[in-house]
């Protein structure tokens, strides 16, 4: 009896099972790129098709011709430069041919490129024709590609291994085919891709439905998850707040997927390209705002790079070959005498318009103020509650420093004492001392040694902050570039308090309880601090007290006091 299928689906999976093994065996022997994070982002949506028609990574040709006119050298429209930005070094190593295995961080392997083209692109050019600008003090994508991307470009094209990997939101994380099929089982003939990085509440959810009823269209909701900013919220915060805005439209009407894109920010050029993802995941129409895709979008100001409506104007005018309609994002704002959103183009003198800008949430919930049932819905906001907990809930850092002898170990011993009394959050001394002993002890007062000796002090504070705790830390730190660094580092966790001792070189002598002074006095010590070595006065302390006349307790009550005023201590 013949026991094959009667199609031979499962023959062709296990041929291309044995092809992906016998690559990866021979790809053992190729030379290795590990890709970065923006790297990864572009693979994985050249292995799934996102970035259809593209195979693999641009040629030369190719690459000058998107440059000049936005299409490949065969005419057809694409927008982006994608290529594969390498080391001096490596590209000299390689040749035309040359098969080469594309790596993770961790070193699995993802994909072989067959390289057929290997060259030194002209940055200025490419920033000038992608960004219309060569000048990286006005565009921060021009500033990444001068100081982020590698000097050497490979084109070629691509053999799949495995797509790269994410542990996190698997379910939502659809490839181009899977969002096709899910669409025709919905029955969906038209969908509107809408694309965000920001957390969305009434107002948005308002504008999308809007807009798609006007298409007559589903929606998909795309928020961008592929490299995270400094200061962006909380990845994971941001996709619950997807999860749960979902929840809020009707039933059978929008899908959530998340694409992994390491966006260029380069305006209208970035929108058009952004469309024909779009149309490779299966929308029917795409929409764009008037400042769609440009650097300074989600800034809170006025200042914009490219011209309002140019991304909107530049994706319709391509509408014909993309075969993806523009639909122009309009804001909307609520009416509190009609208690409905109208689009803000509508609203006519004398009503009351009500707004809550991004800055102004954030400043409720750090304060944990009302937040309007007309502004946002309860599940989003318990998320956005959690991320951003009152101050009297978030961890702290109380940075002291000053020379020896001014009195730091002594402050942060008091302090210990009344946060262990109040028993509200878990706390944890980083005394000088204590940090050169058990994490520093191999380094030096050198000024290298010292600003790292800091660093690693900012690193362990900035984990106790993340985690609701509170950490003292009192080195001396006499260098402003490593506080600074510990500053930004922290206040993106929680509260950051610099606790400057001002006490002045002749007291601290006086007191010398370690006999510090009189040995740097009698030369047999070298670069002591404040004798032979500098101590850089902080520019912009939380608080400075000089200690010569200063009790322990009064110090440290003064940094209480003041910690109350912020809202950290209740
Ligand atoms: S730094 O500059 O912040 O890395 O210094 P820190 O880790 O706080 O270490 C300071 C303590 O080390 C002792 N010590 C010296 N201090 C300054 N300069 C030199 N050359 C030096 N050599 C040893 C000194 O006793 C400091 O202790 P404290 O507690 O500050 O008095």
């Not at 998909?220 to 909380?234: A, I, K, M, N, Y």
């Not at 749960?244 to 009707?250: R, T």
């Not at 009790?551 to 440290?556: F, M, R, S």
């Amino acid at each position: 009896m013949d026991m094959k299928p009667a199609h031979d689906y499962s023959e062709s999976l296990l041929v291309h099972f044995r092809r992906i093994e016998s690559l990866k065996k021979a790809a053992l022997g190729y030379p290795s790129v590990n890709l970065n994070k923006r790297q990864l982002c572009d693979l994985e949506l050249l292995l799934n098709r996102a970035f259809y028609p593209l195979a693999g990574y641009l040629g030369e040709e190719d690459y000058e011709s998107v440059l000049d006119r936005m299409r490949l050298a065969d005419g057809s429209v694409w927008p982006m430069p994608v290529c594969l930005d390498v080391s001096e070094e490596m590209a000299q190593s390689l040749e035309q041919g040359q098969p080469v295995a594309l790596r993770d961080e961790e070193g699995f392997m993802l994909a072989v490129l067959s390289v057929t083209d290997i060259w030194k692109p002209d940055k200025r050019r490419e920033a000038d024709c992608v960004f219309g600008t060569e000048d990286p003090e006005k565009h921060p994508g021009v500033r990444d590609l001068y100081d982020q991307v590698g000097p050497w470009h490979l084109g070629g094209s691509l053999e799949g291994i495995h797509l790269p990997m994410h542990y996190d939101f698997k379910a939502l994380r659809r490839t181009p085919a899977e969002t096709h099929r899910r669409f025709a089982q919905n029955g969906w003939r038209h969908v509107i891709g809408f694309q965000t990085e920001k957390h969305l509440h009434c107002a948005h959810k308002e504008m999308t439905l809007k807009a798609a009823r006007e298409a007559g269209a589903s929606i998909l909701l795309q928020p961008v998850v592929g490299l995270t900013h400094p200061g962006d919220l909380d990845h994971y915060t941001q996709v619950r707040c997807y999860q749960e805005i979902v929840k809020q439209y009707p039933k059978n009407m929008i899908m959530l997927s998340l694409i992994p894109l390491a966006m260029r920010k380069a305006g209208p050029r970035e929108a058009l390209w952004q469309a024909i993802i779009r149309k490779n995941y299966g929308c029917s129409h795409f929409m764009v705002a008037e400042d769609h895709g440009d650097p300074f979008a989600n800034n809170n100001t006025q200042e914009r790079f490219y011209p309002l409506g140019a991304a909107q104007e530049l994706v319709r005018s391509f509408e014909g070959e993309t075969d993806i309609k523009m639909v122009p994002l309009k804001r909307m704002v609520y009416v509190e005498e009609r208690a409905e959103y109208i689009p803000e183009d509508e609203v006519r003198p004398g009503m009351n318009v009500k707004q809550i800008s991004s800055s102004e949430l954030r400043r409720r919930l750090e304060n944990g103020l009302d937040i309007p049932a007309w502004f946002s819905y309860p599940g989003v906001v318990a998320e956005l509650r959690r991320a951003y907990p009152p101050r009297s809930e978030q961890g702290f850092t109380v940075f002291v420093t000053g020379l020896s002898g001014a009195g730091k170990s002594t402050l942060a011993k008091v302090l210990m004492v009344k946060f262990m009394e109040m028993r509200d959050r878990p706390v944890t001394l980083l005394d000088g001392d204590i940090v050169r002993r058990n994490l520093s002890s191999e380094l030096t007062f050198s000024k290298e040694h010292r600003n790292l000796n800091i660093t690693r002090i900012g690193f362990v504070a900035s984990e106790i902050t993340k985690n609701g705790g509170i950490a003292l830390c009192a080195p001396i730190a006499p260098y402003e570039e490593s506080r600074r660094h510990n500053r930004e580092l922290i206040s993106g966790y929680g509260g950051y308090i610099e606790v400057y001792l001002a006490t002045p070189l002749e007291v601290c002598e006086q007191r010398d309880r370690k006999g510090l002074y009189a040995k740097a006095r009698a030369g047999k010590i070298k670069g002591v601090t404040g004798v032979d070595d500098p101590y850089v006065s902080p520019s912009d302390p939380e608080i400075t007290i000089d200690t010569t006349e200063v009790t322990p307790d009064e110090a440290a009550q003064e940094v209480m006091l003041y910690l109350e005023e912020k809202g950290y201590i209740r």
